[in-house]
């Protein structure tokens, strides 16, 4: 009987690499998603608080991903300092939320987002 030899190969670093390639593209997505929602939320003002007038909270709103080794981190947000007093109230004002509604409202879209991405097992 002749002997036959099997060779087992790994492919873990290059599926690794497809895979994490797969999610960042997802979650560059899902933040557009978020960020865009979020900027349409604060153009619509609720009944009894005062409209956004200058538009500048909706133009400093902002998404990045952000990497780190196995990490990918969606951010969304604003420099502008009375963006989280709209978020969270004051003592003197009431909430107008709307970042957390953003999100809330997207998640669908965002599992789609972040499964649309695949890849083929080989």
């Given amino acids: 009987m002749a002997s036959e030899s099997v060779t087992v190969k790994f492919y873990t670093k290059e599926r690794k690499a497809e895979i994490m390639k797969a999610l960042r593209s997802g979650m560059d ?62 003592s003197r004002m009431q909430a107008y939320p709307w970042l957390f509604p953003a999100v809330e409202s997207s998640k669908a879209k965002i599992i789609d987002a972040l499964k649309g991405h695949t890849f083929e097992v080989k």
Avoid: C, M, W
């Fill in 29 to 90: 997505k899902a933040v557009l998603i978020v960020e865009n929602q979020a900027k349409l939320n604060v153009t619509q003002s609720p009944p009894k608080h005062p409209q956004v007038d200058t538009g500048r909270l909706r133009a400093s709103i902002t998404s990045q991903v952000v990497q780190t080794g196995d990490n990918i981190e969606g951010q969304i947000g604003t420099q502008v300092f009375y963006g989280a007093y709209l978020e969270h109230g004051t």
